[in-house]
Each structure stands twice: as structure tokens, then as C-alpha cells.
């Protein structure tokens, strides 16, 4: 693990390489599982001041789960996560006529088509993905989560020769600015240097 600000990043965040693959997964990680995505009480409380522009857009079923159990509830861990249907699907999962999965917050949010907190597109933890944030004592843990659904993402992002923490910039920066995210990139180049490899030639 690397110290950068009050985070502790994985080696893997700076070493894996990835790069979703929609064309291919179609966007499963949204109706795969068995936990919603996790949420902060800070997103609950924007989502729920979305949720009379979202509830005529989302299916039966997702309408159903929230008038019985809400937007969110608490995992077997303790976390708390957005709600699920069917033990797997998020409420605010769709898919189109393509038959791929799309987030309806992110979705009316870039089509401009959500009146109150327009400028919210999705939760933080569903930006970032594959990586995780965990507590370590003080810190922030900033670990890479592989699961199995993603191998198209690992097989497209070593033919790209993308790191993970390349492709995720624009979330990292969202979540811990340009400052961090320029002190991420200097300290992977420093311990590639190390390793007199360059981040583009690392192995899978």
C-alpha cells in the first residue's frame, strides 16, 4: 500500500489494468450480485430528493422495493447500500432497446432531464468500480475488487495497455481531487521507475 493524503492506495490500483468493456458485459454489473452499490448518507438524501422525478421511469418491481423497504438499507457488514430487486438488480437499473443496462439517475442526469440536484449523476461507489473504498483505521483504503463479470474489462484494458488508476481519473479526481490524483500519478511513476518498467509495460 502507498500513503498519499490520509488514503492508503492498493499496489493494484497503480499496477492492474482495465477497461469496461460495454460492448461485451453490456453493463451486468448493475443487475449482478448479491449487496446494492454503496451509498453515503449525503447521496441518500440528494437521491431522495430525485426520487419524485425517477419513480415514473423505473420498472414495477423497483417501485414495489422501494414502497416496502426504501431506498436503501444495511448490508450484512453494516454498510449501507441502495436497494436491490430480485436479490441483484439496483432499483435505478434499465435496460434499452439494445439490451444493454443503464443507470437512470446517470441517464436523465446527462440528458439533462432532472430538474433537482441536476449536477448528481450517479453514487461514488458505482463511478469508481472495480475499486472499493474501505475504512483502515484513520485512513481511506483504496483497493482494486475483482470480480469475475469484469475479465472482458482486464482482457480489453491490457490490450490498451490502461491502468487502472488511468482509466478511473475522472472519478478519483471527484472523489479526491486533482492534488491527490497528481500525487497518485507521481507515485505510480516513481515506483515503476523502481521497478525500470514503464506503467504501459507491466504484465497483466
Same mark, same amino acid.
Given at each position: 500500500?502507498? !500513503?498519499?493524503?490520509?488514503?492508503?492506495?492498493?499496489?493494484?490500483?497503480?499496477?492492474?489494468?482495465?477497461?469496461?468493456? !460495454?460492448?461485451?458485459?453490456?453493463?451486468?454489473?448493475?443487475?449482478?450480485?448479491?449487496?446494492?452499490?454503496?451509498?453515503t448518507?449525503?447521496? !441518500?438524501?440528494?437521491?431522495?430528493q430525485? !426520487?419524485p422525478?425517477?419513480l415514473?421511469?423505473?420498472?414495477?418491481?423497483?417501485?414495489?422495493?422501494?414502497?416496502?423497504? #426504501?431506498?436503501?438499507?444495511?448490508?450484512?457488514? #453494516?454498510?449501507?447500500v441502495?436497494?436491490?430487486?430480485?436479490g441483484?438488480?439496483?432499483?435505478f437499473?434499465?435496460?434499452?432497446?439494445?439490451?444493454?443496462?443503464?443507470?437512470?439517475?446517470?441517464?436523465?442526469?446527462?440528458?439533462?432531464?432532472?430538474k433537482?440536484?441536476?449536477?448528481f449523476?450517479?453514487?461514488?461507489?458505482?463511478?469508481l468500480?472495480?475499486?472499493?473504498?474501505?475504512?483502515? #483505521?484513520?485512513?481511506?483504503?483504496?483497493?482494486?475488487?475483482?470480480?469475475?463479470?469484469c475479465?472482458?474489462?482486464?482482457?480489453?484494458?491490457k490490450?490498451?495497455?490502461?491502468?487502472?488508476y488511468q482509466?478511473l481519473?475522472e472519478?478519483?479526481?471527484?472523489?479526491f481531487g486533482?492534488e491527490?490524483?497528481?500525487?497518485?500519478?507521481?507515485?505510480?511513476?516513481?515506483?515503476h521507475k523502481?521497478?525500470?518498467?514503464?506503467?504501459?509495460?507491466k504484465?497483466?
Open positions: 500500500m502507498f !500513503l498519499i493524503q490520509n488514503t492508503l492506495v492498493s499496489l493494484d490500483v497503480l499496477e492492474k489494468e482495465f477497461c469496461c468493456d !460495454l460492448d461485451t458485459c453490456r453493463g451486468c454489473c448493475c443487475i449482478e450480485g448479491d449487496a446494492g452499490c454503496p451509498i448518507d449525503e447521496e !441518500l438524501q440528494l437521491i431522495e430525485l !426520487l422525478e425517477l415514473p421511469h423505473m420498472t414495477p418491481e423497483a417501485k414495489q422495493v422501494v414502497a416496502e423497504q #426504501g431506498l436503501s438499507y444495511l448490508d450484512p457488514s #453494516g454498510e449501507r441502495l436497494s436491490i430487486v430480485n441483484k438488480d439496483c432499483i437499473a434499465r435496460t434499452g432497446h439494445n439490451g444493454w443496462c443503464y443507470c437512470l439517475i446517470e441517464k436523465r442526469a446527462k440528458n439533462q432531464e432532472l433537482a440536484n441536476s449536477q449523476t450517479k453514487p461514488i461507489s458505482c463511478h468500480y472495480p475499486i472499493r473504498l474501505t475504512k483502515v #483505521g484513520e485512513y481511506t483504503g483504496v483497493e482494486y475488487n475483482r470480480w469475475d463479470i475479465h472482458c474489462a482486464r482482457v480489453l484494458g490490450k490498451k495497455h490502461l491502468p487502472l482509466f481519473k472519478p478519483l479526481i471527484r472523489r486533482e491527490w490524483y497528481n500525487e497518485l500519478c507521481l507515485t505510480a511513476e516513481e515506483w523502481q521497478l525500470n518498467v514503464s506503467p504501459r509495460e504484465p497483466f
